[in-house]
């Protein structure tokens, strides 16, 4: 069955420059969210589309931004990096059911390493 | 995360022994509770969830329990294998999760 795509697998960047994310979702699922996992800790949400619209915002910085595109695949988009962005970024789907959205399926991940 | 505590954060079994793992949570009006199991390095996948109006739910070796008075739900593993070795987060929520903090699962052979 198909899964949730992210690429690139590996980022490598320098402070001060940006980075773009890309997450395909399953087929058919309305949702996207975006969540960063630093070494050790728990994913930590930064934000989610539903059907191309931001819908909810998480602990997300300034400096990032994300949308969601006419065919669903969303893009995180990253400037001014720092240090401390470095982590794994995961992108994770679902689909609305009667108005909920609540399996989330995960992709595998952008490592993201700022040097 | 601020929404949900899990404990312990670490547990070591013996191969065949039972793990247990206890999170609570916050939000009355929260009714979904997924775990997910996430292996070194890989994505974090879910094993199993419970919804509100649920109090047990089994799937062979693996079963969650929720007490909505008590705002906790728990996670049994049975018969523990080396393959059960990974870190176990619990989540809660509708929509966007909110997740524990972990619990990383060593299962000795």
């Known amino acids: 069955a198909a899964g949730v795509i992210q690429s690139p697998r590996h980022l490598i960047k320098e402070k001060r420059e940006t980075a773009t994310l890309k997450c395909y979702p399953i087929?058919?699922?309305?949702?996207v969210y975006w969540y960063q996992q630093g070494p050790g800790q728990d994913p930590q949400f930064l934000i989610s589309?539903?059907?191309?619209?931001?819908?909810d915002k998480g602990s997300i910085p300034d400096r990032f931004s994300a949308q969601q595109f006419s065919d669903y695949h969303s893009e995180l988009n990253m400037s001014s990096l720092e240090l401390g962005d470095s982590a794994l970024y995961f992108c994770?789907?679902?689909?609305?059911?009667?108005?909920?959205?609540?399996?989330?399926?995960f992709g595998s991940g952008t490592q993201l390493s700022v040097l | 995360g601020e929404n949900v505590e899990q404990h312990p954060s670490t547990l070591s079994v013996q191969e065949g022994d039972s793990a247990v793992i206890k999170c609570t949570y916050s939000?009355?009006?929260?009714?979904?509770f997924p775990w997910y199991k996430q292996e070194l390095g890989k994505r974090p996948q879910l094993i199993i969830d419970?919804?509100?109006?649920?109090g047990e739910k089994k799937d062979q070796r693996i079963a969650v329990t929720l007490n909505k008075t008590a705002k906790h739900f728990s996670l049994h593993i049975t018969e523990t294998q080396p393959e059960d070795s990974a870190v176990y987060f619990c989540?809660?929520?509708?929509?966007?999760?909110?997740f524990g903090a972990g619990t990383t699962v060593t299962v000795r052979a």
């Open positions: 087929p058919r699922h309305d949702t």
């Open positions: 994770a789907s679902s689909i609305s059911v009667q108005g909920y959205s609540e399996k989330l399926f």
């Open positions: 419970i919804r509100s109006n649920v």
């Open positions: 939000d009355s009006a929260s009714n979904y």
């Open positions: 989540a809660e929520g509708s929509d966007k999760l909110s």
């Open positions: 589309f539903y059907e191309k619209m931001q819908s």
